[in-house]
Nanobody, 122 residues
């Protein structure tokens, strides 16, 4: 079965950190760019990072730039999202998605994970 599985979400205090993982099973991530997305209640899904298939290129929107870092370990078939200095507005369900190719270039992805909840509270 081809799937992505996120883990590492949870409840964290304002200013705290979490590291999310996105593990692939049934296929290798070597040839896939990976994006992380989030969706808060009542809001549209937001793309928050992308990493190229080689890991050489990454991008972030201003909302998370400087606080979040995406990385990958192709030997473990896993992509990570390190989230620091968390704020209440970071509360959302976080999803990873894989698209075959070098980089995230559009809205269409081949595989999506089921999501992991991140809650930032005082």
């Amino acid at each position: 079965q081809l799937q992505l599985v996120e883990s590492g979400g949870g409840l964290v205090r304002i200013g705290g950190s979490l590291r999310l993982s996105c593990a692939a099973s049934g296929f290798t991530l070597d040839y896939y760019a990976i994006g992380w997305f989030r969706q808060a209640p009542g809001k549209e899904r937001e793309g928050i990072s992308c990493i190229s298939s080689s890991g050489a290129n990454t991008k972030y929107p201003d909302s998370v730039k400087g606080r979040f870092t995406i990385s990958r370990d192709n030997t473990k078939n896993t992509v990570y999202l390190q989230m620091n200095s968390l704020k209440p507005e970071d509360t959302a369900i976080y999803y990873c998605a894989a698209v075959k190719g070098y980089y995230c270039s559009g809205p269409d992805y081949d595989y999506w994970g089921q999501g992991t909840q991140v809650t930032v509270s005082s």
